[in-house]
T-cell receptor
Framework: GAGVSQSPRYKVAKRGQDVALRCDPI?????LFWYQQALGQGPEFLTY????????KSGLPSDRFFAERPEGSVSTLKIQRTQQEDSAVYLC?????????????????FGDGTRLSIL | QKEVEQNSGPLSVPEGAIASLNCTYS??????FFWYRQYSGKSPELIMS????GDKEDGRFTAQLNKASQYVSLLIRDSQPSDSATYLC??????????FGQGTTLQVKP
């Protein structure tokens, strides 16, 4: 399909395990974002890539969270030594671009998310 | 004070009525404004984007932006039961990251 694809859709892990969540953005989209959504809340920003460069990781809650986008397309969000408070839906979004000019803050399109449950 | 504030609701309207959803934001430097619809267990779906003061209409939806008062609203005309969902207001500055409100739950009753 032409939309943002995330996998897995559901992930259950035991506390202390490492997990990896994958995002395949819309083809041609320069910008890629990760958000975390707790139940009953709006999504909260985690990190942002422009092509392969991670330009903002201010939202990552701890150094257990790590994201990469090595070739400027697919991105992986990794959580090490998971804790129960990491349980949430992790959303990936992509857009044509961010910033001034023709790429100014293009709308972001979201994938279906990964629902992570830490036992 | 939260950066983006919405009344969590639920907002209940009868079928065929106009639903009015409101959002205020604190950062005067915000540049872009979006409304997303989210059905339970689904991801946010973009409904409207608005970048300048005034009204923007798309079908049954109208977004209104007032930067001086720092609010943005969404009107849904001829509300349908299928419009029942959580509506998320989101704003961005020049960094592009979306800052969301907590969402307003809309219930359209047949």
């Amino acid at each position: 399909g032409a939309g943002v694809s995330q996998s897995p859709r559901y992930k259950v892990a035991k506390r202390g395990q490492d997990v990896a969540l994958r995002c395949d953005p819309i083809s041609g989209h320069v910008s890629l974002f990760w958000y975390q959504q707790a139940l009953g809340q709006g999504p909260e920003f985690l990190t942002y890539f422009q092509n392969e460069a991670q330009l903002d990781k201010s939202g990552l809650p701890s150094d257990r969270f790590f994201a990469e986008r090595p070739e400027g397309s697919v991105s992986t969000l990794k959580i090490q030594r998971t804790q129960q408070e990491d349980s949430a839906v992790y959303l990936c979004a992509s857009s044509l671009g961010v910033g001034a000019g023709s790429y100014s803050n293009q709308p972001q399109h979201f994938g279906d998310g990964t629902r992570l449950s830490i036992l | 004070q939260k950066e983006v504030e919405q009344n969590s609701g639920p907002l209940s309207v009868p079928e065929g009525a106009i639903a009015s959803l409101n959002c205020t934001y604190s950062d005067r430097g915000s540049q872009s404004f979006f409304w997303y619809r989210q059905y339970s267990g689904k991801s946010p779906e973009l409904i409207m984007s608005i970048y300048s003061n005034g009204d923007k209409e798309d079908g049954r939806f109208t977004a209104q932006l007032n930067k001086a008062s720092q609010y943005v609203s969404l009107l849904i005309r001829d509300s349908q039961p299928s419009d029942s969902a959580t509506y998320l207001c989101a704003v961005t500055g020049n960094t592009g990251k979306l800052i969301f409100g907590q969402g307003t739950t809309l219930q359209v009753k047949p």
